[in-house]
């Protein structure tokens, strides 16, 4: 047990020692040079358009916002994208996990192509991708008459939506999960083997460890994506306000009809809730920078 234990921790020193970056040799007034045109434009192009949001929404007064956010429209877009979320988010990190731990742990024909299908979502643009579900499902589609001999419903409703959502916000997870997974490398769930440890025990103690906060962040980049989805959630929605309209898509019809500070209302919420996400994410940091002061590595061997 010990010896394993000594494996370990030298496995993971050595891989210290490799990926230790060199300091920094530039001068002075070029990284603060750097910093500066950095942090302007991060004020010009991010911070700035997110307090005029909140200062259009807030133009007519808390009254007035309370009103366009309690509207029945506008709550039932805002559960319509929260159960969105609810649904996508957990089936592609369920699906992250499974695709990376099979592209970076074993070697498989059509293990390209396989890595290659996974970046489909990024080169498709959302409103094609809408386009192909409603020629898949649609009436006139491939399942259409299927679908509507039988009274089921996916384009122009809920299932759609999150069928869409889903192929959009794909990639997210699997990208996060497979470098760090690769370079991580076999070596601890070869030891973990060798102390008799079954698969599904090797992961959570062993692998999951490891890979545990590139998987939070991982489902916060797909979260975001998809609460804010909007072209392909366009498409196949068929904009029915108050049974299909998700946050964006609500928002753009108010601004559509000149209701700006209700559509800024509307918009700030789920400005909101991407402020909400990013405190989750400063959270997940801490915890890591804590654990990393706490212990320089986890013993297989006291897990398992």
């Not at 889903?166 to 760090?180: D, G, N």
């Not at 090797?202 to 909007?230: D, Q, S």
Request: proline letters at 4%.
């Amino acid at each position: 047990m010990k010896r394993i234990k000594d494996i370990i921790k030298n496995i993971r020193a050595q891989k210290s020692v490799e990926t230790k970056s060199p300091k920094l040799t530039e001068p002075f007034f070029v990284r603060w040079l750097v910093i500066g045109i950095s942090i302007l434009f991060i004020g010009v192009f991010v911070c700035a358009p997110l307090f005029l949001v909140f200062v259009k929404a807030f133009e007519k007064g808390a009254a007035a916002y309370y009103a366009a956010i309690s509207d029945e429209a506008s709550f039932s877009a805002i559960k319509l994208t929260l159960i969105t979320a609810v649904i996508a988010v957990p089936c592609n990190m369920i699906f992250g996990l499974a695709a990376s731990w099979l592209i970076a742990k074993f070697h498989f024909r059509g293990k390209n192509i396989l890595t290659t299908l996974i970046d489909l979502p990024f080169t498709v643009s959302p409103v094609v991708s809408g386009m192909i579900f409603v020629m898949l499902f649609g009436l006139q589609g491939w399942f259409g008459s299927w679908l509507y001999a039988n009274d089921i419903k996916i384009i122009y409703a809920v299932p759609g939506i999150v069928l869409a959502t889903i192929f959009v916000t794909l990639p997210f997870v699997a990208r996060e999960l497979i470098p760090i997974m690769q370079i991580n490398g076999t070596e601890e769930e070869q030891a973990a083997l060798v102390l008799g440890a079954g698969g599904w025990k090797t992961f959570f103690h062993v692998t999951f460890p490891n890979i545990k906060w590139a998987l939070i962040y991982g489902v916060i980049l797909c979260n975001a994506r998809a609460m804010g989805e909007f072209g392909a959630v366009s498409v196949v929605s068929g904009h029915i306000r108050g049974l299909t309209n998700t946050i964006p898509l609500h928002a753009e019809i108010l601004y559509n009809e000149y209701q700006m500070n209700a559509a800024f209302a509307v918009a700030s919420s789920l400005t909101l809730l991407a402020v909400i996400t990013l405190a989750l994410k400063k959270f997940a940091e801490i915890k890591i920078k804590q654990e990393l002061a706490e212990s320089n590595y986890i013993s297989v061997g006291e897990n398992i």
